[in-house]
């Protein structure tokens, strides 16, 4: 179970690296694992990532197994586990598009595209706090209830899924909508759906 649980992170972390979704050493990954958590130690790269860069820590931040230093972002991680029982696997990453966004302090809360509309509403954009901070854990945590895909002032983007391999989808799919969003405004903006529309891709849901 636990080999699994770390095989997934560095599958994972290899694709997102092939994508281009995380470069150099930023960005951490993390899974829950009963009621430990595993995550990747700090000074690791994403896309390149052997067993031993990987620690096993507790819901406070100890260290359980592993001989390196669990990422300096891993309170936003605890956080997120502990308001969200559905939420298994989680990705931190700087990935260019969403992080242009991010950059520029501009959420992705309009309704352009029925499918992400659907699925994430909107993917808002936490205030900026320097990163392993506590504050950067308030500012974040504050949308951790209500959404999956959350951007980082100044920073980047982090993705929670029930599983690995949902929360990969879920950043690949973001990322691609940010990609498209930025295209479509040198063709002059993206056309914002009316609400009526909105509604009925709602009633999808129900
Ligand atoms: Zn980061």
Redesign the pocket.
């Known amino acids: 179970m636990l080999n699994e649980k770390i095989c997934e992170i560095i599958e994972y972390g290899k694709l997102a690296g092939e994508k281009g979704l995380t470069s150099g050493n930023?960005?951490n990954i993390s899974c829950r694992y009963g009621d430990k958590i595993i995550i990747t130690a700090t000074n690791t790269t994403n896309g390149y990532l052997s067993p031993e860069d990987l620690i096993e820590i507790d819901f406070d931040g100890n260290i359980c197994s592993g001989n390196k230093k669990p990422s300096s972002?891993k309170f936003l991680h605890i956080e997120y586990y502990k308001q969200r029982e559905d939420i298994n696997a989680i990705i931190?990453v700087?990935s260019p598009y969403l992080t242009a966004f991010a950059a520029a302090g501009v959420a992705l809360d309009e309704n352009i595209l029925p499918e992400i509309v659907f699925s994430f509403r909107q993917i808002p954009l936490a205030e900026y706090a320097i990163?392993g901070s506590m504050d950067l854990v308030e500012n974040t945590s504050k949308f951790f209830k209500e959404y999956n895909v959350i951007l980082m002032k100044n920073?980047?983007v982090i993705v929670g899924g029930k599983t690995m391999k949902d929360a990969y989808m879920t950043l690949e799919l973001c990322e691609t909508y940010a990609k498209t969003l930025l295209f479509s405004k040198l063709l002059g903006g993206a056309k914002i759906l009316p609400e009526s529309e909105v509604e009925k891709i709602y009633s999808l849901k129900r």
């Open positions: 930023s960005g972002e931190h700087h990163p920073h980047g």
